[in-house]
């Protein structure tokens, strides 16, 4: 509910002590940010925000902090927010640059302001507590933005496909292989099929912890996936332990070759494109 805003209020000493109010607010916001941000790019994105919330506090009335009149403040929360999620900041350190503003204002009114004026701040107080509410809301956007971007980065760098020689591919897969995970290595590895022109593709699960109904699922879906694109594949990495495993499960992979190491699967793909692999003449002498 808006509340009014008299010629002696704290609202009043907001618009007409710029320079005061806003040298508090920079300074406190300043305190709050441990030095991420320098002091030139405080005061220019507080000095920008000061005036558009200055702009809203029209009339003789305190807005709401969802009224029409403060929607270029609160963009500009939203995108301050924002660039110190991806600045690395914390959630705290980000609403202590809007949260300051209370204390600048406070400070702006003097040592000894009159009960009226504390029922002023009062009011002013709960509507910067709801504008920080915005800035945490998009801060907390932002950041499972940023997580999420970095968690793609991080699987794709987690499943490259490698050509290992003219016509063969390899996929060396790495830690858990879920559905995600799964969609990912199909797409690179039918991207890298169609790029290199390859005919065999060899999938490496060396790396994979464990093998269970659910992995073999997986892998057996990129295996189909890259048989339509006309190339063969084969399971390489079967260890003692993930063999057991399957047996098991009664885990089927049909007429898919596996070998125990990548080596053996390259020497079977080569033999099958026509190519020998031989000691080079005079290795041993």
């Not at 499972?144 to 591919?169: F, M, N, R, Y």
């Not at 892998?219 to 399971?235: S, Y």
């Not at 070759?257 to 053996?264: E, I, Q, R």
Request: proline residues 3%; negative net charge.
């Amino acid at each position: 509910m808006a509340k009014k805003a008299g010629g002696n209020s704290v609202v009043a000493v907001v618009r007409d002590r710029r320079d005061e109010v806003l040298d508090g607010w920079v300074e406190g916001a300043l305190r709050g940010a441990r030095g991420r941000v320098s002091e030139a790019e405080v005061r220019s994105e507080l000095s920008t925000l000061y005036d558009a919330l200055v702009k809203g506090l029209v009339g003789d009335e305190l807005p709401d902090a969802t009224a029409a009149e403060l929607d270029e403040a609160r963009a500009l929360l939203t995108e301050l927010s924002r660039t110190r999620a991806r600045a690395g900041a914390t959630p705290a350190e980000t609403a202590v640059s809007v949260f300051a503003l209370k204390e600048a204002a406070l400070s702006a009114v003097g040592e000894q302001p009159t009960a009226e004026q504390y029922a002023d701040f009062l009011e002013f107080s709960r509507l910067v507590d709801d504008l920080g509410l915005v800035t945490f809301q998009a801060y907390a956007e932002a950041r499972e933005s940023v997580i999420a971007s970095q968690a793609d980065e991080l699987l794709e760098l987690s499943t490259p496909v490698v050509k290992l020689w003219d016509g063969v591919v390899a996929v060396p897969l790495v830690g858990t292989l879920d559905s995600a995970r799964t969609q990912v290595v199909m797409e690179k590895l039918l991207e890298a099929l169609l790029e290199t022109e390859s005919e065999r593709a060899i999938i490496d699960i060396t790396g994979v912890p464990a093998v269970d109904t659910q992995v073999a699922q997986h892998l057996l879906k990129t295996i189909v996936a890259a048989r339509l694109m006309g190339a063969d594949c084969i399971i390489s990495g079967i260890r003692p332990q993930i063999a057991q495993t399957i047996v098991g499960l009664g885990i089927e992979f049909g007429d898919i070759v596996t070998k125990a190491k990548l080596s053996d699967a390259l020497k079977l793909t080569l033999a099958e494109a026509g190519l020998d692999i031989v000691p080079r003449r005079g290795a041993d002498a």
